[in-house]
């Protein structure tokens, strides 16, 4: 049993509202909201490449690209002078 003392009336307003906004008990809503804190904590962190690939597909996948053709590299400049 998990109790929480001195909560603070602005926090309990809030916890109110919320809990009225999605249909749930004031303690369901609390329970939720550990829930999702202690979920996220615990899933691994996605890097930032894979982060910005699920967002790109999203919003519809990504961008074809046509490259310009490379020329061949150039030969070094010779110091030895």
């Known amino acids: 049993m998990l109790r929480i003392r001195q909560l603070d009336e602005k926090l309990q307003r809030l916890l ?3 809990s009225a906004h999605n249909g749930r008990a004031k303690e369901e809503e609390a ?7 202690l979920v996220i904590s615990e899933a691994p962190k996605p890097n930032l ?8 597909a999203a919003a519809g996948g990504g ?10 590299i150039r030969e070094p400049p010779d110091f030895t002078r």
């Not at 329970?31 to 804190?37: D, F, P, Q, S």
């Not at 961008?63 to 061949?72: F, G, Q, T, V």
């Open 31 to 37: 329970r939720e909201i550990l829930r999702g804190a």
């Open 49 to 56: 490449a894979e982060s910005i690939r699920r967002k790109m």
């Open 63 to 72: 961008i074809d690209l046509k490259l310009s053709k490379r020329e061949p």
């Open 16 to 18: 109110q509202v919320r």
